[in-house]
């Protein structure tokens, strides 16, 4: 088990089957979009599966990783940390265009309260 509440709420109910291809694209896709603490998310994520799994190989694919920095062959992840990875990505990325809209509609009416 880890620490990490928001690893734990990801890893529930994760298919066995890998990810499509489509779902492989649209996840690197919005690994582009992300911002800096959503990345820093992500990184958390990594290690928090790293140090539950206790796998070596694992170990060995993420030994290079930092927080400035990821640099991953995505289909060598197991399984299981794909699918967290892209539900936490697109979640993540839902909730930043939502707040991109409301900054843009908040400014939009503070233009009109001027005119």
Not at 5 to 30: C, G
Not at 61 to 76: A, G, H, K, T, Y
């Amino acid at each position: 088990m880890s620490n990490f509440p928001l690893y734990e709420d990801l890893k529930k109910d994760n298919p066995k089957k890998d990810l499509t291809a489509k779902k492989k694209l649209e996840f690197i896709d919005n690994m582009k979009k992300m911002d800096k603490d959503g990345m820093e998310l992500v990184y958390g994520l990594i290690r928090s599966h790293m140090n539950v799994s206790n796998d070596p190989e694992l170990c060995n694919l993420f030994q290079n990783i930092s927080n400035d920095e990821i640099v991953l062959d995505f289909n060598e992840l197991p399984i299981l940390l794909k699918h967290i990875l892209y539900k936490f990505v697109n979640k993540n990325i839902k909730v930043m265009e939502e707040n991109s809209s409301l900054d843009l509609s908040s400014e939009i009416t503070d233009i009109s309260d001027i005119i």
